[in-house]
């Protein structure tokens, strides 16, 4: 699935995209937090978790030049609790970008 957003685009990540998004996604802790903490890691781990699967259960959002704007993804723990976690680049907040991936999440 894409979605045309004024020189956005929307798509389903591939496994070729984790270290452009794993960049994308300490550059939002760095923002927040001053520092890039865990979430590699965990990004890493939720990707090789069985009940997760790429293609259904995340979404990025990238310029007409291919840089990583967002990061949004779903999974679940025990076919009971359902998570989310959503990042947009510091520079591309305020946009709405949030907002069209967490309609997407759900």
Same mark, same amino acid.
């Given at each position: ?7 956005? $685009? *929307? @798509?389903?990540?591939?496994?070729? +995209? ?7 996604? *300490? ?9 890039? +903490?865990?979430?590699? @890691? +965990?990004? *890493? ?12 259960? *995340?979404? $990025?959002?990238?310029?007409? /030049? ?7 993804? $779903?999974?679940?723990? +025990? ?23 967490? /309609?997407?999440?759900?």
């Amino acid at each position: 699935m894409s979605v045309l957003l004024s020189n956005l $685009v *929307a @798509r389903t990540p591939t496994i070729e +995209d984790f270290y452009s998004i794993a960049e994308l996604v *300490a550059a939002c802790d760095i923002a927040e937090h001053g520092i890039a +903490d865990s979430s590699t @890691r +965990d990004l *890493a781990s939720r990707w090789r978790n069985y009940s997760f699967h790429l293609e259904s259960d *995340a979404w $990025v959002i990238t310029t007409g /030049r291919k840089q990583f704007v967002a990061f949004a993804c $779903v999974w679940h723990r +025990d076919h009971e609790e359902f998570y989310t976690f959503i990042c947009v680049h510091p520079q591309y907040r305020k946009r709405g970008i949030g907002t069209l991936l967490l /309609r997407m999440v759900e």
